[in-house]
């Protein structure tokens, strides 16, 4: 239990989240071993669009792609993240933090490939070119601070965007994101 935010995690889910399993998720390999690192990354469905049911409905599987046509260009993608902060503040999880999401592709981090194996994936609802909202940065650093205390072998050194791990290849959380600002904010947090 996190207190000094209110979120917890209890058997690898967040409390206070909304949950809409998704069945975009397989068990973490056994020689993997413990989450170590936290990826942060923005999804706008369609393209720097906010609002609807399109999220949920790509990491539950049922996106129409008629509903839009650059839907159509995703057809049958099969992902997922953890977690996803919408523009409000809200969080809404889709796999429990013990399994692995399809959040990062292929990917790197401090020398190990498949950074899907050892991590947790969060989706902020969001673009490279505008700005997050406070209320997001808020709830971010709230669940940050209940991952941290829940998985003891997951740092505050190792949280990464997904354009840190997939450089070339993606471009997210982007320019937009304030990563001093949820530092500060995380670090406070910790600190009280």
């Known amino acids: 239990m996190d207190d000094k935010t209110g979120w917890r995690v209890e058997r690898h889910r967040l409390g206070g989240a909304r949950q809409r399993p998704s ?27 906010f609002g609807g049911p399109w999220i949920d409905a790509l990491f539950a599987g049922t996106l129409d ?6 839907f159509e260009t ?23 933090f013990d399994r692995r999401a399809w959040h990062a592709g292929a990917s790197e981090w401090r020398g190990r490939t498949r950074a899907n194996d050892f991590s947790i994936g969060i989706e902020l609802e969001g673009s490279d ?27 505050r050194d190792a949280i990464a965007g997904h354009s840190d791990i997939a450089p070339g290849r993606k471009t997210d959380p982007g320019p937009h994101f304030d990563w001093a600002g949820y530092r500060t904010r995380l670090a406070s947090l910790l600190a009280s």
Do not use: K, M, N, W
Request: hydrophobic share 40%; aromatic share 8%; glycine share 4%.
């Open 23 to 49: 069945p975009h998720f397989d068990e973490r390999p056994a020689e993997t071993g413990a989450i170590e690192l936290l990826v942060i990354h923005a999804i706008s469905l369609p393209p720097e669009q």
């Open 65 to 70: 792609p008629a509903a839009h046509p650059y």
């Open 74 to 96: 995703i057809q049958g993608l099969r992902v997922s993240a953890h977690c996803c902060i919408f523009r409000d503040g809200s969080i809404t999880q889709y796999v429990d």
């Open 129 to 155: 070119t505008q700005a997050f909202e406070p209320a997001q940065y808020e709830t971010l650093a709230g669940v940050t601070s209940a991952l941290l205390a829940a998985y003891p072998t997951l740092s």
